[in-house]
């Protein structure tokens, strides 16, 4: 059990309808202002419980202890609901229900941002080439057309992070070749780019 002296407190503080009985200096816990419900769960309450249009959990959220099982996976929850968002995003949904330091929240994520690193590089290096023909640079290829699925290369990000996009333009050279698109991000916005920049995805292969 986590808080052990803290729920014996507490819990004597509710059978026994004694307000003033309060947690040990020294817990940590104390300035939280802790007390359990009829369900036995410690809680928070605090100066937003007269506000009425929140939710009751958001105004006397659960408290989680750090470094806990159980904790790791109600973030881990959210990290997955919310399709693995930045630490900020997980900080504040989270905290609409549960009272847990942001330290273990961005621990959590941290380490999830690290498995999500290891299978982007896997997806990388073991299936991305199987999406994209590979031919010698003396065969004929299939020149970039519009409406192709591309990944835009950029040399100052990490491969994961290349941002993909549609080609809605492709320059045509004197030669016949196409030297120069456009492409449309998934934000909307139009770029140019060298041809050699852009790596086409064959989604039919």
Not at 88 to 95: G, H, K, P
Not at 179 to 192: L, M, N, P
Request: proline share 5%.
């Amino acid at each position: 059990m986590v808080y052990p002296e803290e729920y014996r407190i507490l819990h004597k503080a509710r059978d026994n309808a004694e307000p003033t009985l309060f947690v040990h200096r020294s817990s940590p816990l104390r300035k939280r202002s802790p007390y359990m419900d009829r369900d036995g769960v410690l809680r928070v309450k605090g100066r937003i419980d007269a506000c009425s249009f929140i939710s009751e959990d958001t105004k006397r959220p659960v408290i989680l202890p750090k470094a806990n099982f159980v904790t790791d996976l109600i973030i881990d929850f959210y990290h997955r609901k919310y399709r693995h968002a930045n630490h900020l995003v997980l900080i504040n949904e989270v905290r609409q229900r549960y009272e847990v330091s942001a330290e273990s929240i961005k621990n959590t994520w941290k380490t999830s941002q690290v498995y999500a690193d290891i299978f982007w590089r896997k997806w990388v290096s073991c299936y991305l080439p199987t999406l994209t023909k590979r031919t010698k640079w003396f065969d004929t290829v299939k020149p970039i057309t519009v409406g192709d699925v591309v990944l835009i290369v950029d040399e100052t990000l990490p491969r994961r992070c290349w941002p993909k996009g549609r080609v809605v333009r492709a320059i045509v050279s004197r030669d016949g070749a196409v030297r120069r698109v456009h492409v449309q991000t998934a934000s909307g916005k139009i770029i140019e780019r060298p041809a050699v920049k852009i790596a086409v995805i064959d989604v039919s292969a």
